[in-house]
DNA sequence: TAGACGTGGGT
DNA sequence: TACCCAAGTCT
């Protein structure tokens, strides 16, 4: 990018307006700092900060606090969840998607409290060196959990910035003069507060859509705002065709109710996750992929379709459904009906196991007959 | 560096 | 319905 055409409003001046708006709207959250906590150094607060961003990481606030609040709830510190089983980490994370984040949570938690003496270091550079934390997260706990003053550059960030100083160039190829910029305006006071209420003013008044420009604290010197034209920023690639796989998923049931599941690799898509047996899902949107590809002969009749939409690809997956009583194949087992809502389950599984057979998924309740 | 990697909610 | 997008990281 070229340098703005009017002078950047100084540190202070930004700085000043944005914390004082941030003071009076900042939203509550489960995981936010009050400034009296982080002064008081509170041990469980870097943990806190930490497994928040993790959760927040292309993911949005209402989606994310029912999940926070029950990791927080069975692993409280950084100890309890490196002491835990893997296993019951991928369950609690099911549904949450991005489940490498879950494997990648599990493992930074040992190493902080293998390498760390359990305590997460005050060190932007020690932080991105742990698993799952990388740029944006190294310096978000820096400065929320240890108010360090460091540019903490995210989605909303990018927003604000770009409009801000107009900048033209697509977003991805400016990230470092948009560090730079968000630096030339860091205060020495409250840092950590500085980079939440940026991340706030963007989710709230710097909206992608439909900005609140009339509401916010800096628009006095936003070249976007002064052009009357805030929503053309940022400037983003233009959007390709996701291409479609199709395949088949077999629901296999017991007589007593019992799901069939088995277990996903432990790389690429959906890793570690549990699931039904399942065809390979090929590019092709019609032909082979149907009951012939079925895991073992059972009486499989159609239960319908799902139609699934991941980040890159959308899947079709035709659901077959089948009383079977024998043994689980190697390889599999036989999840018991009142325990299936509880399996590492991603919602694309779900979806299957509900078409098949509805309410399998559900949270059993105590009056349920199948208890 | 560009592609892989999930999901649910809003419009 | 279809599309957009939400506090990114890893390879």
Redesign the pocket.
């Known amino acids: 990018m070229t340098a703005p055409a009017k002078p950047e409003p100084n540190r202070t001046d930004f700085a000043a307006r944005l914390v004082a708006w941030y003071d009076r709207h900042h939203r509550r959250?489960p995981?936010?700092v009050a400034p009296g906590e982080r002064a008081r150094g509170l041990r469980a607060l870097p943990y806190r900060v930490w497994l928040?961003?993790i959760m927040?990481?292309?993911?949005?606030?209402?989606?994310v606090k029912p999940y926070y609040e029950r990791f927080l709830r069975d692993w409280p510190d950084v100890e309890s969840l490196a002491a835990a089983e893997r296993e019951a980490v991928m369950k609690a994370w099911a549904?949450?998607?991005?489940?490498?984040r879950a494997r990648?949570l599990k493992k930074c938690a040992e190493e902080v409290v293998a390498r760390h003496d359990g305590v997460f270091p005050a060190d932007v550079a020690a932080l991105r060196a742990l698993?799952?934390?990388?740029?944006?997260?190294?310096a978000?706990i820096a400065a929320i959990a240890f108010d360090i003053p460091v540019a903490v550059v995210?989605?909303?960030v990018e927003?604000v910035v770009t409009r801000h100083a107009a900048i033209e160039a697509p977003v991805?190829t400016v990230k470092k003069d948009i560090a730079a910029i968000v630096e030339r305006w860091l205060p020495a006071e409250r840092p950590g507060d500085f980079a939440?209420a940026m991340?706030d003013l963007?989710?709230t008044i710097c909206?992608?859509r439909a900005p609140a420009c009339a509401l916010c604290p800096v628009s006095a010197d936003c070249a976007a705002f002064a052009a009357g034209e805030a929503e053309r920023y940022p400037v983003?690639p233009a959007?390709v065709a996701k291409p479609v796989r199709t395949g088949a998923a077999f629901v296999a049931e017991r007589a007593d109710g019992a799901v069939l599941l088995r277990k996903r690799g432990e790389t690429?898509?959906?890793?570690g996750m549990s699931e039904v047996p399942t065809s390979a899902w090929s590019a092709r949107t019609n032909g082979a992929d149907g009951i012939e590809a079925a895991p073992f002969a059972a009486g499989w009749r159609a239960a319908g379709e799902i139609r699934?939409?991941?980040?890159?690809f959308e899947l079709r997956l035709a659901v077959y459904h089948a009383r079977f009583d024998d043994d689980a194949p190697a390889g599999h087992w036989w999840s018991p009906r009142h325990l299936v809502h509880g399996e590492a389950l991603?919602?694309?599984m779900k979806k299957a196991i509900e078409t098949a057979i509805p309410g399998a998924t559900k949270k059993p309740t105590v009056t349920g007959a199948s208890l």
């Open positions: 959250l995981w936010r928040s961003e927040l990481q292309q993911t949005t606030v209402a989606a549904g949450l998607g991005y489940y490498s990648n698993p799952g934390i990388g740029a944006y997260t190294s978000a995210d989605g909303n927003r991805a939440q991340m963007g989710a909206t992608p983003k959007k690429g898509l959906l890793a699934h939409v991941f980040t890159h991603p919602t694309v």
